[in-house]
């Protein structure tokens, strides 16, 4: 049985200060009062680090529906992805088996606050979350860009074009690309889609003419699907960072998360975990 409490080095762990009492005499003279603390271990704070080498347990949020970061695949019920590869890293460094909780966009929030200690999957750093999680570092620079079939890349490569009536723009409900396609394409037709592992087959099959997702996203489904390609993916329209929400307040975990993703972009952990899906 592996002893837990070696995995946490002491110094990560934020140890309260123990007070001192102080007794005052009626004549004014003070002396120091007996410490009921003394000779007692002081106890940590509260934080996920604690807590996780604790139980054993890394829980993590994710949608399984957003590849190449995260895809539960509904026949096997097996997870993949450059996040769900880097959650099982980040889980083992801290002695623990990773436990994916299953979410949806539009509930990735209240059930990240609700279940778990991390949510990873392609989450972009959006102000409105930041007022209730922490993010980690960021893990990807990038932005939003187009992707429709190949032969109508130079219809729909400007916000101009595609915010048209006529031009019928399909997004996933929730997240960051529904609330761009709304911010951008109000003269157009949004088809709101619920499924997002299908949602490009819309595109192939005539039933929507243009997707505006992260450029990462475009580059992987231009791969797996030779009808689409990706418009100047390396000129989004917007910038935009990838990120690992993490619990508001909760420092030491914060700061043990950055630090391991530091490690795992300068010792190629986290180039090993990408290549089989960029290459």
């Given at each position: 049985m592996t002893d837990r409490s070696k995995k946490i080095p002491s110094f990560i762990r934020r140890m309260p200060l123990l007070a001192l009492g102080v007794a005052v005499s009626v004549s004014g003279c003070s002396a120091p009062a007996p410490d009921p603390g003394a000779g007692q271990e002081p106890e940590a704070t509260d934080?996920?680090?604690?807590?996780?080498?604790?139980?054993?347990?890394?829980?993590v949020c994710t949608t399984g529906d957003y590849r190449p970061f995260t895809y539960l695949d509904p026949d096997t019920g097996q997870?993949?992805?450059i996040d769900i590869?880097?959650?099982?890293?980040?889980?083992?460094?801290?002695?623990?088996?990773?436990?994916?909780?299953?979410?949806s966009w539009k509930d990735l929030m209240p059930d990240f606050l609700s279940e778990c200690d991390i949510a990873v999957g392609g989450v972009s750093i959006s102000?409105?979350?930041?007022?209730?999680?922490y993010y980690s570092e960021a893990t990807l620079d990038e932005g939003k860009t187009p992707i429709t079939l190949c032969e109508n890349v130079e219809k729909y490569d400007t916000v101009k074009e595609i915010n048209q009536p006529g031009v019928r723009s399909i997004t996933p409900i929730g997240g960051t690309n529904e609330k761009f396609a709304d911010a951008n394409y109000r003269k157009g037709e949004?088809?709101?889609?619920?499924?997002?592992?299908?949602?490009?087959?819309?595109?192939?099959?005539?039933r929507a003419d243009v997707m505006t997702t992260d450029a990462s996203e475009t580059r992987w489904v231009a791969n797996e699907h030779p009808e689409l390609c990706a418009v100047h993916p390396d000129q989004p329209f917007n910038?935009?960072?990838?990120?690992?929400?993490?619990?508001?307040?909760?420092?030491?975990?914060?700061?043990?998360?950055?630090?391991?993703?530091?490690?795992?972009?300068?010792?190629g952990t986290l180039a090993a975990a990408e290549k089989p899906w960029f290459g």
């Open positions: 934080t996920r680090l604690a807590a996780v080498s604790d139980s054993g347990t890394l829980k997870w993949s992805g590869t880097m959650a099982k890293n980040l889980a083992e460094s801290m002695g623990a088996e990773p436990e994916f909780v299953q979410t102000m409105e979350r930041a007022q209730q999680a949004i088809i709101r889609f619920e499924d997002n592992n299908k949602i490009f087959d819309e595109i192939i099959a005539g910038f935009s960072q990838k990120a690992y929400l993490l619990p508001l307040g909760d420092d030491e975990f914060q700061e043990y998360v950055n630090q391991w993703l530091n490690m795992a972009k300068n010792d």
